[in-house]
């Protein structure tokens, strides 16, 4: 169990675009989830956390604006990079835990993003 | 700042070897956790240990956490070659702020 989906797993995308990124949890429900970015041979930098239901808290230095993130159901949580440029070309993670913050995270199998 | 820095960045070992890998923060930490990520996937969670625990086994893996020294180690006993991932060490300081703060990871390398 706690199987944490990504989709997609690779995006292409023009510079100037918007993607859509989900994080599903498959086999239970998620009152929290996580994303996190992962540029090459690096560590995972925490972007934001996000309750079902609620807005997101965004870790300082990530733009709201730019990665907008909706966790409007118990299994689905989605970030969206709006207008991505090639700087935000990176590997993006989420996790799901079932209660809270502190409980333990499972995640997902990441997705790269590639911006032209 | 980076909150975790494992040592060595890589390692390459033979299959049956033992791996080391040792990881080092700079704050106070309610828990430490270890990670494996194979290349290009997400990350498998290994084990958790409490700031109040010194030693913790599973299986072929030992982590111990030195509180004083803020750091600690996971052993991996008899490698395989499918052991070759990236390992991260995780800390946490709990309370109503909680998040994981990731190190930059060991490149473990198991040749066959």
């Known amino acids: 169990g706690a199987v944490v989906s990504q989709h997609p797993s690779r995006v292409i995308c023009k510079s100037g675009t918007s993607v859509k990124i989900e994080c599903r949890s498959l086999d239970f429900q998620a009152t929290t989830m996580f994303w996190y970015r992962q540029f090459p041979k690096q560590s995972l930098m925490l972007m934001a956390t996000s309750n079902e239901g609620s807005k997101a808290t965004y870790e300082q230095g990530v733009e709201k604006d730019k990665f907008l993130i909706n966790h409007a159901s118990l299994t689905l949580s989605t970030l969206t990079v709006t207008s991505a440029h090639p700087e935000d070309s990176s590997f993006y993670i989420c996790s799901a835990s079932r209660q809270g913050i502190t409980d333990t995270q499972y995640f997902g199998p990441g997705t790269r993003l590639t911006v032209l | ?112």
Request: proline share 2%.
């Open chain 2, 1 to 112: 700042s980076q909150q975790g820095e494992e040592d060595p960045q890589a390692l390459s070992i033979q299959e049956g070897e033992n791996a080391t890998m040792n990881c080092s923060y700079k704050t106070s930490i309610n828990n430490l956790q270890w990670y494996r990520q194979n290349s290009g996937r997400g990350l498998v969670h290994l084990i958790l240990i409490r700031s109040n625990e010194r030693e913790k086994h599973s299986g072929r893996l030992r982590v111990t956490l030195d509180t004083s020294k803020k750091s600690s180690s996971l052993l991996i006993t008899a490698s395989r070659a499918a052991d070759t991932a990236s390992y991260f060490c995780a800390t946490d300081a709990g309370g109503s702020n909680y998040k994981l703060t990731f190190g930059k990871g060991t490149l473990l390398t198991v040749n066959p």
